[in-house]
């Protein structure tokens, strides 16, 4: 769920002591308290107008995960230019190609119905952060681009399906997925996928049927309109979480040479540890 301000009584590590586990901060709501979302057990949908502010949001979390001693990024980024920064701190980027991004998400697929197998034979469910394996963020900028754009219709049907079942399995097995739209559709987000996210961000949209595909059916007609959203009022959103209600939030804003200086540190810290003990793997491909 959401949370506002005081922060948690633990406090919220910086620098290369986060956590995927930990809040992430995300911006401030109406009354200036700052938002947090736990990201590790939920999946996030972000839609919206184009120059809404998805990209700072999306901008944020990979921020965060790219600082988390226990993350790993995976990227896709038809544009190259949104999320292009954390490339090197990314196990994979993928731009504009989807037969990339369909070799990705297989290979998505397989780590979690292996970690899945893993939880059966020790009798969980979850994974923690006691089990010590990294929680794979899936970052996906513009899901239309490669569900409705490029590639042949069965390659885009495969990625929908892929994605899908990510969203649906991967957030108890460590793999939580960051997914944002300028075209929110029933045709790009049917309901069946939309229900899946656990957290929804409506930037402004033109109409209301537009801010209920990605917060939920009613909810415009209950006053949590993202039409509302002035066009100058960029990083404004609704975000809701599972079971609660719209909030109106201002999304924490990084600006490039902000994300580039994280971004390099962010590589420097995850260079590959040359004095790891014999036997102790140190890249970071996606095998666990």
């Not at 995976?74 to 993928?94: R, T």
């Amino acid at each position: 769920m959401t949370t506002t301000a005081p922060a948690p009584t633990s406090g919220v590590p910086v620098g290369p002591g986060l956590s995927m586990f930990d809040p992430i901060f995300v911006g401030i709501d109406e009354f200036g308290q700052p938002v947090y979302i736990t990201l590790a057990y939920r999946n996030l949908l972000a839609g919206g107008e184009p120059g809404g502010g998805k990209s700072g949001l999306l901008n944020c979390i990979a921020a965060h995960a790219a600082l988390s001693v226990d993350s790993r990024l995976v990227l896709l980024d038809g544009k190259l230019v949104e999320l292009g920064q954390w490339e090197d701190s990314a196990d994979a980027f993928i731009g504009p190609d989807i037969s990339d991004a369909l070799t990705v998400l297989r290979r998505l697929q397989v780590v979690m119905n292996n970690r899945y197998a893993w939880l059966r034979a020790h009798g969980r469910r979850k994974l923690t952060k006691a089990d010590r394996l990294s929680v794979i963020t899936v970052l996906v900028d513009e899901i239309a681009f490669y569900s409705a754009t490029v590639g042949s219709k069965q390659e885009q049907e495969e990625f929908v399906a892929l994605l899908r079942d990510l969203v649906a399995r991967g957030r108890a097995a460590g793999i939580p997925v960051v997914a944002a739209t300028q075209r929110p559709s029933f045709d790009i987000i049917p309901t069946s996928l939309r229900d899946l996210f656990g957290y929804r961000a409506a930037f402004r949209c033109t109409t209301p049927n537009s801010s209920n595909i990605v917060l939920g059916h009613g909810w415009a007609e209950q006053g949590y309109s993202a039409t509302d959203i002035a066009p100058t009022n960029q990083g404004a959103a609704y975000l809701i979480a599972e079971g609660g209600v719209p909030r109106r939030i201002k999304v924490a804003y990084l600006s490039d040479a902000q994300i580039s200086g994280i971004a390099d540190y962010a590589a420097w810290i995850r260079r590959p540890d040359t004095t790891a003990p014999a036997g102790v793997p140190t890249d970071l491909g996606l095998a666990a």
